[in-house]
C-alpha cells in the first residue's frame, strides 16, 4: 500500500505519542516509589536522591516533547501551554523542595503539594496524550 505523506506522519505522531505516554508512566511510577521510600524514611541516601531528581527533570522534559507533538497534532493551544507551564513548576518547586523542607515546620504540607505537582505533570501528559490520539485519528478519516 502507498502511504500518503500525512497517513506516514500521523503514524510517527501516534508511536511517538505511545512512547513518551509509557516512558513518563514508567518514570512516574519510579518516582513515587522513590518518594515513598524518602517520606517513610525506609531509605534516604544521597544517590538515591539524586537519581529521584535526574528522573523528574526527565519526566519534565518528556512532557515538554509530549508537548511539542501535541503542537504538531493540532491539539487546542490552552492545554500545551498549561502542560508547558505546569512542567516548568513542577522542576522548579522539586529543585527548591529540600531548601523548603529545612525552613518550614510543617513539611509535609510541603511534601503533599510536590506529590499533587507531580501527579498532576502525570495526568497532563495523559491528557496531552489522548487528544493527540484524537486529533492524529480523525485526520486519518
Ligand atoms: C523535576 C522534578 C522533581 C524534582 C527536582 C524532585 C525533587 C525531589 C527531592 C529533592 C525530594 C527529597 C526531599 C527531601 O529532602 O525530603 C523529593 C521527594 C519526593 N518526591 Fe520529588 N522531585 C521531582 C518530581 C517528582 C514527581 C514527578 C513526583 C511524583 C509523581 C515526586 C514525588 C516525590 C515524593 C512523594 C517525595 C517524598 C517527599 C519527601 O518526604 O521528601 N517528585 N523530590
Redesign the pocket.
Known amino acids: 500500500m502507498i502511504q500518503t505523506g500525512r497517513t506516514n506522519n500521523s503514524f510517527d505522531m501516534k508511536t511517538a505519542n505511545l512512547i513518551l505516554l509509557n516512558l513518563i508512566r514508567l518514570i512516574?511510577v519510579a518516582?513515587?516509589v522513590l518518594?515513598?521510600l524518602?517520606?517513610t524514611r525506609v531509605d534516604?541516601t544521597e544517590s538515591l536522591?539524586r537519581i529521584?531528581?535526574q528522573l523528574?527533570?526527565t519526566?519534565?522534559i518528556l512532557l515538554w516533547i509530549l508537548a511539542i507533538v501535541a503542537i504538531r497534532a493540532r491539539v487546542s493551544g490552552a492545554l500545551v501551554v498549561r502542560a508547558i507551564l505546569f512542567g516548568l513548576i513542577?522542576?522548579a518547586y522539586?529543585?527548591a523542595?529540600?531548601r523548603l523542607?529545612g525552613s518550614t515546620t510543617a513539611p509535609n504540607v510541603y511534601?503533599v503539594l510536590?506529590?499533587l505537582a507531580?501527579?498532576g505533570?502525570?495526568g497532563l501528559a495523559e491528557s496531552l496524550g489522548a487528544r493527540i490520539k484524537r486529533s492524529v485519528s480523525s485526520a486519518l478519516v
Open positions: 512516574g518516582l513515587i518518594g515513598t524518602f517520606w534516604y536522591v529521584h531528581m523528574g527533570v519526566l519534565v513542577v522542576a522539586g529543585m523542595l529540600r523542607l511534601r510536590h506529590l507531580g501527579l505533570a502525570i
